[in-house]
């Protein structure tokens, strides 16, 4: 008899459990952000196929093709300062040289931004890109406003100790989240399980994804699904290596499903047929193109059934 009692109170606990994390998955998802109303456009890096990536005109560019999403990649400098980069160093999208984490806003501040663009892509190089500097989260919450909606990754956050907790301090600043913790235009992602751990930790009620770089043929198991659950509404992994298979497996367990980086035509129309809902393109104008046409054959066959 007290074998039973324990195995009926233990089995109480789990369901407890169960609940508990059903519930708090509904909280996060219930402030219904725009990820869940419709097929999202994420600029990646900005309209980085047309301008300097992570600079205003990239960003100003993405939001006029109707990118749903600017996505920022954050960087710290060695004086505590979130930056828009995607590289640990600058070398690569300035004239300077070295790692962000041993530079200060100052110095970084001075470098050029914008040139790099015009001698790689001489095709699409304008005037207006030379000079360009390098924007802080908090100037591009300036410059676009509660009315935009972003897309933000905790870049290397292993090199960046305290950088999960600059991030929610510039969203409170900014008024991004309000004062029960929600948001309804901020999504953040990481390759860094721990960080969006850390994130989840310090606010549970902000939306989450998981990001993957697979080398070979992505898998993702059950368990791996449930896992992310916990903590995540969505999985982002580099597109060319899922196929229709994996998007279903994320999709039944209810996680959206973001992939990187898709600028092929074809791709972008195969992402969807698999069920992709959303992805990061760096022509969100092509996307959208895409997705009408997507949209207008899909109710066309609705419409013969």
């Known amino acids: ?3 039973a009692g324990l195995s009926i109170i233990g089995a109480a606990f789990i369901l407890q459990a169960v609940s508990m994390s059903a519930s708090a ?13 419709k097929i999202v456009n994420i600029a990646h890096r900005g309209a980085s196929g047309y301008a300097p990536e992570h600079t205003m005109p990239a960003y100003q560019l993405g939001e006029g093709m109707k990118g749903d999403y600017i996505e920022i990649d954050l960087q710290m400098t060695k004086d505590g300062r979130l930056i828009a980069m995607h590289d640990e160093r600058v070398d690569r999208t300035t004239n300077g ?18 040139s790099w663009f015009n001698e790689k892509y001489p095709q699409l190089a304008k005037k207006k890109y030379e ?3 390098v924007p802080t989260l908090e100037e591009v919450f300036k410059k676009f406003g509660r009315k935009s909606n972003y897309y933000i990754e905790t870049k290397s956050p292993e090199v960046y100790p305290g950088m999960e907790e600059a991030l929610l301090k510039v969203l409170k600043d900014y008024k991004m989240v309000d004062s029960k913790g929600h948001t309804k235009n901020v999504l953040i992602q990481s390759f860094s399980r721990e960080s969006l751990l850390r994130v989840h930790d310090l606010n549970p009620k902000l939306p989450l994804v ?5 080398k070979n043929q992505a898998t993702i198991t059950e368990n791996e699904l449930q896992s992310i659950k916990r903590y995540a509404i969505g999985v982002g992994p580099n597109f ?13 367990h209810g996680l ?21 809902t959303g992805l990061f393109t760096n022509y969100p104008d092509v996307f959208n ?17």
């Open 97 to 114: 040289t070295g790692l962000v984490k041993d530079l200060t806003l100052g110095e970084i501040k001075k470098l050029d931004a914008g």
């Open 25 to 37: 998955a509904h909280e996060i998802q219930s402030n219904s952000p725009i990820y869940e109303k």
């Open 210 to 214: 998981q990001l993957f770089s697979y």
């Open 240 to 252: 060319n290596m899922v196929d229709g298979t994996y998007v279903k497996m994320v999709r039944t």
């Open 1 to 3: 008899m007290k074998k």
């Open 289 to 305: 193109e895409v997705l009408k046409e997507y949209k207008h054959n899909h109710d066309l066959n609705k419409e013969k059934r």
């Open 131 to 133: 000079g360009l500097v």
């Open 256 to 276: 959206q499903f973001h992939p990187y980086t898709v600028n092929e035509r074809a791709d972008m129309k195969k992402a969807l047929e698999w069920g992709a």
